[in-house]
Nanobody, 122 residues
Framework: QVQLVESGGGLVQAGESLRLSCEAS????????MGWYRQAPGKQRELVAD???????NYADSVKGRFTISRDNAKNTVYLQMNSLKPEDTAVYYC????????????????WGKGTLVTVSS
């Protein structure tokens, strides 16, 4: 099993920045992709950004140029630097780990954290 623990959410004003962190723990050998999703009230969960072990990134159009995803493979940790935050960025942000290889040689897919709330006031 994999446990994902997010941190760094909070209340900020529009234009300010926040940095989210998510650490994965368990008998992990490697994680192919880690990412951040968000879900605003009344809306479906959507991809914000993801990153592979090799560093390839993918961003939602709405955050390109403002958010930066990075990861520390040795620590099984993924970060999301969010700059120039807007009220429409308000949501619960969830960490995701996909295609996890365990020390036993087995694989698992689609693990989720419990989420961290980001609120951006205007």
């Amino acid at each position: 099993q994999v446990q994902l623990v997010e941190s760094g959410g909070g209340l900020v004003q529009a234009g300010e920045s926040l940095r989210l962190s998510c650490e994965a723990s368990g008998r992990i050998f490697s994680i192919d992709a880690m990412g951040w999703y968000r879900q605003a009230p009344g809306k479906q969960r959507e991809l914000v950004a993801d990153i592979t072990t090799g560093g390839s990134t993918n961003y939602a159009d709405s955050v390109k140029g403002r958010f930066t995803i990075s990861r520390d493979n040795a620590k099984n940790t993924v970060y999301l630097q969010m700059n120039s935050l807007k009220p429409e960025d308000t949501a619960v942000y969830y960490c995701n780990a996909d295609l996890v290889r365990f020390n036993t040689g087995t694989y698992g897919m689609a693990y989720w954290g419990k989420g961290t709330l980001v609120t951006v006031s205007s």
